[in-house]
């Protein structure tokens, strides 16, 4: 959209000289430029919807999910009942605790439910408690020894933040061990002359985003500027440039220049070969840091809601995959409502205990054929 009703801003792309292609550099530069306008999109994406996301889980999806692990209990009342009948055979004892073991699991995953773990421990011939403790344990063994590290005896085991959160503080006291121990560490000649290069490069690049930034400064000055209307303008704009100075984001300062007409595509077709080579390497570590924030924002949903760590999440596919998991939890509770009333027929639960085998290990949909 067009500042302040004028025409549209140029992007900073370089654009060919007329008949002179680009060289090597400058499509790198414009490679990045789009690759980080690709992210920053990306970003707003996520942004816009994920508001509307957590909304409509939550006065949408939730409430379903809720009624879905009710009507589990529920079913487990019904087929425990079933299960202490009289002329019940032995191997459909065997077959209602397989299901109600497995249904007591699924609701016991999200609810601490002191009467549903009486009904797991007394069909499953184990303790819940005890179990659950056991897999926490083994989970967080195996964790552990992928990582080397030490968890702690204190760590939540059942909640992934919890997890995260310890593992990363792991993770960056490792990384400070480490900076710390090569800082106190003699190094070689050859080090240091490498250190030595890296600070010199780091210092150029930094001298390259000032002076964009002093250009921007000094033009948007708002105690220069008499007119109360045009001060308060670039009092925005001055905030605008001072917040990317501040993350070091280039292409924002860039940007700010040449929506202010300070600069142009001739401008940036013209620069020199040695400062462009420090904006690409500038524009490489904006464009890290975005890839950093998407997967910080992506991982976090996955956590927040159960996501599958390994599925490829997209802001566009996530209303329509909330809206396939309400109609899923909608076909489940039409599929309960009716295993509860079949748990309550003797004739009907015998037939149908026929067409059940105790070679599958779980039974997660619970899904009769009726």
Same mark, same amino acid.
């Given at each position: 959209?067009?500042?302040?009703?004028?025409?549209?801003?140029?992007?900073?792309?370089?654009?060919?000289?007329?008949?002179?292609?680009?060289?090597?550099?400058?499509?790198?530069?414009?490679?990045?430029?789009?690759?980080?306008?690709?992210?920053?999109?990306?970003?707003?994406?996520?942004?816009?919807?994920?508001?509307?996301?957590?909304?409509?889980?939550?006065?949408?999806?939730?409430?379903?999910?809720?009624?879905?692990?009710?009507?589990?209990?529920?079913?487990?009342?019904?087929?425990?009942?079933? #299960?202490?009948?009289?002329?019940?055979?032995?191997?459909?004892?065997?077959?209602?605790?397989?299901?109600?073991?497995?249904?007591?699991?699924?609701?016991?995953?999200?609810?601490? #439910?002191?009467?549903?773990?009486?009904?797991?421990?007394? #069909?499953?011939?184990?303790?819940?408690?005890?179990?659950?403790?056991?897999?926490?344990?083994?989970?967080?063994?195996?964790?552990?020894?992928?990582?080397?590290?030490?968890?702690?005896?204190?760590?939540?085991?059942?909640?992934?933040?919890?997890?995260?959160?310890?593992?990363?503080?792991?993770?960056?006291?490792?990384?400070?061990?480490?900076?710390?121990?090569?800082?106190?560490?003699?190094?070689?000649?050859?080090?240091?002359?490498?250190?030595?290069?890296?600070?010199?490069?780091?210092?150029?690049?930094?001298?390259?985003?000032?002076?964009?930034?002093?250009?921007?400064?000094?033009?948007?000055?708002?105690?220069?500027?008499?007119?109360?209307?045009?001060?308060?303008?670039?009092?925005?704009?001055?905030?605008?440039?001072?917040?990317a100075y501040e993350k070091g984001n280039l292409l924002q300062l860039l940007e700010l220049q040449l929506e202010l007409e300070h600069i142009d595509q001739a401008y940036l077709a013209a620069i020199r070969?040695?400062?462009?080579?420090?904006?690409?390497?500038?524009?490489?570590?904006?464009?890290?840091?975005?890839?950093?924030?998407?997967?910080?924002?992506?991982?976090?949903?996955?956590?927040?809601?159960?996501?599958?760590?390994?599925?490829?999440? #997209?802001?566009?596919?996530?209303?329509?995959?909330?809206?396939?998991?309400?109609?899923?939890?909608?076909?489940?509770?039409?599929?309960?409502?009716?295993?509860?009333?079949?748990?309550?027929?003797p004739k009907r639960l015998k037939a149908w205990l026929k067409t059940v085998s105790l070679r599958r290990q779980t039974y997660p949909d619970f899904d009769m054929p009726f």
């Amino acid at each position: 959209m067009p500042l302040f009703g004028q025409k549209p801003v140029p992007t900073a792309h370089i654009v060919p000289s007329g008949t002179v292609p680009l060289n090597k550099d400058q499509k790198t530069f414009n490679s990045l430029i789009k690759k980080i306008e690709a992210r920053r999109s990306r970003l707003g994406e996520w942004e816009a919807i994920l508001p509307v996301f957590r909304q409509t889980y939550a006065s949408d999806l939730l409430p379903l999910q809720e009624q879905c692990l009710d009507l589990k209990w529920q079913l487990v009342q019904g087929l425990d009942a079933a #299960h202490d009948v009289k002329g019940v055979t032995k191997g459909e004892k065997r077959k209602l605790a397989v299901l109600i073991v497995d249904l007591a699991e699924d609701v016991l995953a999200h609810r601490d #439910h002191g009467e549903l773990k009486d009904l797991f421990n007394k #069909h499953s011939q184990s303790d819940y408690d005890e179990d659950e403790a056991a897999r926490m344990d083994g989970m967080k063994a195996m964790l552990e020894s992928a990582l080397g590290i030490d968890l702690g005896d204190d760590l939540d085991m059942s909640s992934p933040e919890d997890v995260l959160k310890r593992v990363e503080s792991h993770v960056w006291a490792q990384q400070e061990a480490y900076a710390e121990n090569e800082v106190s560490r003699k190094k070689s000649r050859r080090e240091e002359a490498c250190v030595a290069r890296q600070e010199a490069e780091e210092k150029q690049l930094s001298q390259s985003i000032q002076e964009v930034f002093r250009k921007l400064a000094s033009a948007l000055h708002p105690d220069r500027e008499p007119d109360p209307v045009e001060r308060t303008r670039k009092t925005a704009l001055m905030q605008r440039a001072n917040q990317a100075y501040e993350k070091g984001n280039l292409l924002q300062l860039l940007e700010l220049q040449l929506e202010l007409e300070h600069i142009d595509q001739a401008y940036l077709a013209a620069i020199r070969p040695g400062r462009l080579k420090h904006y690409i390497k500038i524009l490489r570590g904006q464009l890290g840091d975005l890839d950093m924030e998407i997967q910080r924002v992506e991982e976090q949903l996955m956590i927040e809601f159960g996501l599958p760590p390994f599925e490829t999440l #997209h802001p566009k596919g996530l209303l329509p995959t909330l809206q396939q998991d309400m109609a899923t939890c909608r076909g489940q509770i039409a599929e309960l409502h009716e295993q509860i009333e079949t748990a309550a027929d003797p004739k009907r639960l015998k037939a149908w205990l026929k067409t059940v085998s105790l070679r599958r290990q779980t039974y997660p949909d619970f899904d009769m054929p009726f």
